[in-house]
């Protein structure tokens, strides 16, 4: 109780000093002084530079999302090294690092710009479609997944690497939870033309083509229309092989 007190009342000086001190009790072991130093911070208008640094400087995604709190309370208009150098610990933390330290800096830039950083996300994931890093795209891409950024067309941008980046098996239990499944269901659903697009996506091998259909081929009216079209073009197209040949059977399975 004296450390919160002290904590407290330290929020009441405008030094570096004392600014330093209050970072330093944000990963302390006491919940109780760490909420009462991300008040203090929060109410001193001084802090703001040296939350910042602490914050490009940061590799712990909970101290990370503390740092990302407090300074969204103080003033938001930062120049443009800064958001650049905040945009460069994203891409670093999503591309290299196998944790989630990505978010606090997703969930920070989205707070100053959606729109801007938007852009930025759809021009990083269209450099690694082109270079053929369907992973990485998938996970730029799903950061928009729930943002009226990402349109039709990025969707299927979404959901043709999602289909590039992982193995497909056609057990139900496997393909129930596939995302990019689920991503073109709801385009197949809307007036995308969905069908078309997945036969004249060059990147998608017949294989792939046919992991769709034979999923869309159970599912309702929209689905099977779909299904018949990409079997169709699979017969047609590649019907000497394993793949085309299972095309013409699964067709003949369909009703008509």
Known sequence: MVKRFAVQKLGGFESG??????????TDDSYAR???????LKKLPAART??????LECDDERKAWTLADILLVHDRSWKRDTTDALWKQLQDALEERD??????????????????????VHARAEALRKKKDFATTAKWLGLLKDSP??????????????????????????????????LLRGLARSAF??????RKERSLTPEELFYV??????????????????????????GR????KAAKNKLRLLPS
């Open 17 to 26: 000093a004392v600014v330093k001190t209050l970072i330093g009790y944000l």
């Open 34 to 40: 760490r909420d009462q130093a991300t008040t203090s």
């Open 50 to 55: 040296a939350l910042m640094k602490e914050f």
């Open 99 to 120: 944790d989630r330290l990505y978010t606090a800096y997703f969930h920070f830039l989205n707070s100053l710009d959606l729109e801007a950083l938007a852009q930025r």
């Open 149 to 182: 950024a990402l349109d039709a067309n990025s969707k299927f941008a979404l959901a043709v690497a999602e289909l590039k980046s992982h193995k497909h098996a056609l057990a139900a239990t496997i393909r129930r939870h596939d995302p990019a499944l689920e």
């Open 193 to 198: 033309p969905a069908g078309e697009q997945l």
């Open 213 to 238: 259909a034979f999923n869309f081929a159970e599912g309702d009216a929209d689905e099977k229309a779909i299904a018949r079209e990409l079997l169709t073009h699979i017969a047609a197209k590649h």
């Open 241 to 244: 092989t394993k793949t085309g």
